[in-house]
């Protein structure tokens, strides 16, 4: 059984920094990609940043140049480096990946979609 486990959200004053973390484990196949999503709230839930396996890397506009998303593939964790937080970056923070499990028939694959429980991240004025 996948599991996601999130930490290192919390309060921060605008203008400060938080680390998010999230290790997959329960499978022997690859998390491909791994990212972050948000929901304020009263809003959809909205990509944040992904990453692949080879460290190609998305960002949602909001938050280019002030978030940076890495990974270490050896341990199936994630990183979400957040700097320069304002207000609008409270919500809860979703980690999220797809397993990739190779399918019997040549060159084929099945592909699950995971989510993490979430950690609030609230920015204060």
């Known amino acids: 059984q996948v599991q996601l486990v999130e930490s290192g959200g919390g309060l921060v004053q605008a203008g400060g920094s938080l680390r998010l973390s999230c290790a997959a484990s329960?499978?022997?196949?690859?998390?491909?990609?791994m990212g972050w999503y948000r929901q304020a709230p009263g809003k959809q839930r909205e990509l944040v940043a992904t990453?692949?396996?080879?460290?190609?890397?998305n960002y949602a506009d909001s938050v280019k140049g002030r978030f940076t998303i890495s990974r270490d593939n050896a341990k199936n964790t994630v990183y979400l480096q957040m700097n320069s937080l304002k207000p609008e970056d409270t919500a809860v923070y979703f980690c999220?990946?797809?397993?990739?499990?190779?399918?019997?028939?040549?060159?084929?694959?099945?592909?699950?979609?995971?989510w993490g429980q979430g950690t609030q991240v609230t920015v204060s004025s």
């Open positions: 990453i692949t396996s080879g460290d190609r890397t």
């Open positions: 999220h990946t797809v397993e990739v499990v190779p399918g019997s028939a040549r060159g084929s694959r099945y592909e699950y979609d995971y």
């Open positions: 329960g499978s022997i196949f690859s998390f491909d990609p």
